[in-house]
Structures are given as structure tokens and as C-alpha cells.
């Protein structure tokens, strides 16, 4: 039975990876997000390092903030992580065609 990874570990590696990605510092993120200036740093520090965990509306706005669909912030993957950002990329009509033929097999 494969070992499962802490979902939690996966959002914490995935969240400072994006940011990291966009050039975004923890307070510039933070803000983005929706958070006061003031504490934005501190905040998006804590959830990188697993201090604190974000409730799933703070998730979703980080998800936008960093413009990555949220699946992509708990794919324990990489293969999987990766494709999610792709097929994001795709115009609908692409990923109807992938999904089917994904499907069919």
C-alpha cells in the first residue's frame, strides 16, 4: 500500500513554490490575497511554514493571487502538479478533446 504524503506538506512546498515562481514576495502574496499590509508577511510566512493553516476562501484568493488553479496547490504529484497548470492553459475546446480521449482509454 502506497504511503500517503501529508496533504498539508504539499500545500505548504506548492504555495511558496508559486510565489516563489510569480517573483512574489510573502507580503506582496499576502496582499494580493486580500490580507492587511500589515500582517500579510507574517501570515503567508506562517502558512509556508505550517504555523497555520488557511481556511478554503483564503486558499482560493491565494490560488488566484498566484493564478494557478487550487487542485494545484495539494497535487502530492509532480507529474500530476504539472499537468494541472497545463491543461489549465488549454482552451475549452482542448480540453474536451484530452478529457475524452483520457477517458476512453
Known amino acids: 500500500m502506497p504511503r500517503r504524503t501529508d496533504i498539508r506538506l504539499v500545500f505548504q512546498r506548492r504555495l511558496k513554490e508559486a510565489r516563489i515562481k510569480r517573483q512574489l514576495s510573502q507580503k506582496e502574496l499576502g496582499i494580493q490575497a486580500g490580507l492587511d499590509q500589515f500582517v500579510a508577511s507574517t501570515r503567508i510566512n506562517r502558512y509556508e511554514q ?56
Do not use: C, W
Request: aromatic share 6%; hydrophobic share 50%.
Open 50 to 105: 505550517g504555523v497555520h493553516e488557511p481556511d478554503m476562501a483564503m486558499i482560493a484568493r491565494l490560488a488566484d493571487a498566484l493564478n494557478v488553479p487550487t487542485a494545484y496547490l495539494f497535487a502530492d504529484d509532480e507529474r500530476l502538479a504539472r499537468m494541472i497548470l497545463a491543461f489549465e492553459q488549454l482552451p475549452a475546446t482542448e480540453k474536451d478533446r484530452l478529457l475524452k480521449s483520457i477517458e476512453s482509454k
